[in-house]
């Protein structure tokens, strides 16, 4: 079991033991016509989903994973390799090109998914997701913590959840204006282009230094690990391949830092395409404080957003693109989430739920619509909608 379902197992109660009609309020206003039998028959049928699904599991997903190790290899080695022949235009967009596809691929589909535990059934040490650390300038413990254990436990639950907003960006209604909040937008583009180091700090929680919640000692002593995974990530894509191609250094720099700069953009857009698109629903800490199993999976579907592509795109993402059926079932290998999405699909038809789905352009426009709305305070928002 992940770490993320060990987590979901000992912080939901099981089905009949939710002490009666305990819905809470936001899904009672929304879904007035769903009982709490019905939530949980809904629940029910989503498990027998995931039980025929592992019970499935085996040598296609093996080869699928180790397949995409191989694509990702070549990719980067094809793009190191063009890189140092940079200093032609052709070369270098070519290189920058295979490296930024290389790094996509290695944090959304291989370290994302493998860190989630979703290849742990193989029992190979190399895909061990309690064991895996990516390319990436955040530890993969410091991670499997606030993103396996925090995100996917208290998936969008306002002040649990800190994937809302990250610590800087008010992304619901339900965070409390402050002037600081103004400067959204900029707060968005610079997490966007600096999202890998976003991530990394992330479990920091350097805010609570501020407010008193958190001592100067132990906001440093976490740092530290996350400095020492960085300075690997500094050294090596800043200093030790552009050293390595000699004279050549400054364009090998640069195609560095732009891949990282692509891998960045390209996951802060298909995570918050996954999360704060027109749709999704926030909760609060108390409603969800006696959440059944069906309740916990009808939360995962309301606050979460699928984009729709074929199946490069969905590689890309890591297969993230399906992020309602990850966080449903978030320990299942990605690339089986378009064969389960028609399953769900059915199931939400049935129980007369959403299944929040658009494109990309359109799941990203409402995101970018809803950080510059929540910026202004309350009132300044009702005086533009009157207008």
Known sequence: MSVANESIRHSIKPDGQSGGDNISPTIRRAFPHLSAAQVEEFGRELDAIRTRTVADLGARDATYIRDMMKIQRRCEIGGRALLFAGILPPAWLAGTALLSVAKILENMEIGHNVMHGQYDFMKDPALDGKKYDWDTACPGDTWRHSHNYVHHTFTNIVGKDRDVGYGILRMAEEQPWE???????????????????????????????????????????????????ARRQVLKDYVLFPALAGPFFLPVLAGNITANAVRNVWAFAVIFCGHFPDGTVMFTEEETRNETRGQWYLRQLLGSANIKGGRLMHIATGNLSHQIEHHLFPDIPGHRYAEIAPEVRALCAKYALPYNTGTMTRQFGTVVRRIFTLALPPRRRQEQALA
């Open 179 to 229: 002037p600081k909040y103004l400067g959204n937008p900029v707060y968005a583009l610079a997490l966007a282009l600096l999202f890998q180091w976003g991530v990394a700090l992330h479990d920091v929680e350097t805010e609570k230094i501020f407010s008193g919640e958190k001592s100067l000692q132990q906001a440093l002593a976490e740092l530290k690990i996350v400095w020492k995974k």
